[in-house]
């Protein structure tokens, strides 16, 4: 009899071009977005208040661009990564309609890369993925990468492939959904007085601020977007694992890394695209994350005099302040206390 349960996909499941429909949907509620609040403590004023919203040309407050990722990410774990070691990367990501409580989320995956590792036990699994809301409109498309495990060892190993990823997204595939009036953009409420015009490439900023990780809340999290990878959600498998203890979701450290953004990027009104990024270290709970950010690049988006993108690099640490701009690059020797490294886009109102 064919058995009834799913125990996920390993290693060897996965065939180049394979297209995997993700279940199941998920539709957003104001509880959520109270959830998430309560998780990560964001800030930003857009996705905080409805007239603030309104005032930009939105219908009301739309959920904040990584509880959005959250959510497409999630219909995929079960396929792609619930037997995953680690989640390694990202590129190409690219932000698209805004999601507010009520809409529903659908995610697709297509199999683009695979490559055993040489230990003959895992492999790295290249998946691109797409959320929709329920009218078919793109919410995020992105790249990702995984190290998964395999089931039986003595399995042929497939022919490596490794997909050509894109280093970044054009300004113009940037989705900008906002737009300044003629009464302006109110910088008091937003909580900051630096708009676009005001920050300079190359222009580091210190966050200040830190997050202890709690074991409940990530559990939470994982809950939350239906993240069922074992790493993150089974204590009593991972008791016997690399580290004896669950590995934090990355996207978490994500959502703390953006809220720890406010203090200095305050009128960071989305993220719009994430170019690339890595999760160089694990975290648990326990981990204190701090963050942060450079500027990397200002770009003007076509035809808006309004609205700007600023191109960010936000670095994150465990139990590390970041005054001191600690960093794992080629251009400085590899601090251990960094455990996120993400190249990523923001929309930000221009003086007019």
């Known amino acids: 009899m064919k058995t009834k349960t799913r125990p996920g ?16 949907p998920r539709t957003i509620t104001v509880g959520d977005v109270a959830a998430y609040t309560a998780l ?59 999601l507010y409580p009520g809409d ?41 990468w995984v190290m998964v495990r395999k089931r039986d060892f003595d399995t042929p190993p497939p022919e490596t492939v490794v997909p050509e990823l894109p280093t970044s997204v054009s300004v113009d595939a940037l989705h900008c959904p906002f737009s300044v009036g003629r009464s302006g953009y109110d910088t008091a409420r937003a909580g900051s007085e630096f708009l676009w015009d005001d920050y300079a490439v190359g222009e580091r900023i210190d966050h200040v601020d830190g997050t202890t990780i709690e074991e409940a809340e990530h559990m939470l999290a994982t809950r939350l977007y ?11 498998v991972e008791r016997e694992g690399r580290f004896g203890k669950r590995i934090v979701y990355g996207g978490h450290v994500i959502s703390i890394a953006r809220a ?40 003007a988006l076509p035809s808006r005099r309004d609205i700007g993108a600023l191109r960010i690099r ?33 929309l930000m109102p221009r003086r007019t």
Not at 226 to 236: D, L, P, Y
Request: charged share 15%; with cysteine.
């Open 104 to 144: 529903t989320i659908a995610s697709d995956s297509r199999v683009i890369g695979l490559k055993p590792n040489k230990d003959g036990k895992t492999g790295v699994v290249y998946v691109h993925s797409t959320g929709v809301n329920q009218h078919g409109a793109t919410v995020l498309d992105y790249r990702r």
């Open 9 to 24: 996909n390993f290693f060897e499941d996965f065939r180049l071009g394979q297209t995997i429909v993700h279940a199941p």
């Open 226 to 236: 239906q993240n069922t990878a074992k790493v993150h959600f089974n204590q009593h």
């Open 260 to 299: 720890l953004s406010y203090n200095g990027l305050a009128n960071a009104l989305c993220v719009a695209a994430i170019h690339g990024g890595k999760h160089s270290a694990p975290s648990f709970a326990g981990d204190t994350i701090y963050a942060w950010s450079e500027v990397v690049a200002k770009d």
């Open 314 to 346: 936000t670095v994150a640490t465990k139990d590390r302040p970041a005054h001191d701009f600690p960093s794992h690059d080629a251009a400085a020797p590899a601090d251990p206390s960094v455990v996120l490294d993400l190249d990523y886009s923001v």
């Open 40 to 98: 990560f403590g964001s800030r930003f004023a857009v996705n905080s208040s409805n007239p603030f919203a309104q005032s930009l040309g939105l219908p009301r407050a739309p959920i904040d661009s990584m509880l959005a990722f959250h959510m497409v990410f999630g219909r995929t774990v079960a396929d792609v990564s619930l037997n995953a070691i680690a989640n390694l990367g990202y590129a190409g990501g690219c932000f698209g309609a805004p």
